[in-house]
C-alpha cells in the first residue's frame, strides 16, 4: 500500500480534532512530512546545490535545493517562496517533535497544517507549470 503526501496531510488534520498537547505536536510534524514528501519528489526536477560547509542530510539537501535556486525564470519565486516556508515549517516541526517544555498551542499547530496545505498545492502548482513548460 502506498500514500501520499495528502494522505499524510489528512492525518494532521484528524489530529488536531483533540486538542490535546501531544496531537497538536503530532498534527505540526505530520504536516511537516507531508510538505517535506511532495517537495522532496520535485526536488529531483532542481539543479544539485553546494552544500559545502554544511550538514548534508536529505531534508537539508531538498530545501537548499529551493532556497538557492538560481535559475532565471517564472518559477523562481515560487521554488523560493515554497523553500522559506518549508524552513518555517521544518523550525515548528523540531519545535514540536523535540522542545517538550514549550508550550505547543493550537493555533501553531493549526497554522502549520494549513502552510503544509499550501506548500503541497504550490508544488502541484510547479508541478504542472514544468510538465507545460
Known amino acids: 500500500m502506498s500514500i501520499s ?14 486538542n490535546n498537547e501531544s496531537n497538536l505536536r503530532s498534527a505540526s510534524s505530520r504536516a511537516y512530512y507531508a510538505a517535506f514528501h ?8 532542481l539543479p544539485a546545490v ?4 554544511k550538514h548534508e542530510t536529505t531534508h537539508n539537501v531538498v530545501i537548499t535545493k529551493y532556497l538557492k535556486y538560481t535559475e532565471n525564470s517564472d518559477f523562481k519565486i515560487k521554488i523560493r517562496k515554497v523553500g522559506g516556508l518549508m524552513m518555517q515549517l521544518r523550525n515548528a516541526r523540531v519545535d514540536a517533535d523535540y ?21 503541497i498545492g504550490m508544488i502541484d502548482d510547479l508541478t504542472k507549470d514544468f510538465c507545460e513548460g
Not at 40 to 45: Q, T, Y
Not at 99 to 119: C, D, H, M, T, W
Open 50 to 53: 553546494d552544500m559545502s560547509g
Open 38 to 45: 511532495a517537495c522532496s519528489c520535485f526536488s529531483e526536477k
Open 5 to 18: 503526501p495528502n494522505d499524510i496531510l489528512d492525518t494532521s488534520k484528524y489530529l488536531l480534532k483533540d
Open 99 to 119: 522542545k517538550l517544555s514549550f508550550n505547543f498551542k493550537e493555533p501553531r499547530a493549526k497554522e502549520n497544517v494549513y502552510q503544509s496545505g499550501r506548500i
